[in-house]
């Protein structure tokens, strides 16, 4: 069994900040990639940052400049530092955490449940 918990969602006013938190428990031998995504009303789930064990972040250019992703991988938990958020950032964001149950197995997806978080004044 594995879980992702999210926390921090919530309102917050455009040019403020919210900190996202995904912790991932469970049985699991290694997680690869652990990162973020986010699904408006309308719109398919995209991609907000990946933060693979390397350290090479990545993140869409929507968020680029103002979003932050870093993890502990001891911990197994993923922040996503959100500055200087905009009404398109209105979604509810999912952790997301690629890994292994052993060795032998191959790389699944595991997802939270997602939080809200909307930007409005």
């Known amino acids: 069994q594995v879980q992702l918990v999210e926390s921090g969602g919530g309102l917050v006013q455009p040019g403020g900040s919210l900190r996202l938190s995904c912790a991932a428990s469970?049985?699991?031998?290694?997680?690869?990639?652990m990162g973020w995504y986010r699904q408006a009303p309308g719109k398919q789930r995209e991609l907000v940052a990946l933060i693979p064990s390397s350290g090479s972040t990545k993140y869409a250019d929507s968020v680029k400049g103002r979003f932050t992703i870093s993890r502990d991988n001891g911990k197994n938990t993923v922040t996503l530092q959100m500055n200087s958020l905009k009404t398109e950032d209105t979604a509810i964001y999912y952790c997301n955490a690629r890994g292994q149950t052993s060795i032998l197995a191959y790389e699944v997806d595991y997802w939270g449940q997602g939080t809200q978080v909307t930007v409005s004044s």
């Open positions: 469970g049985r699991i031998f290694r997680i690869n990639t």
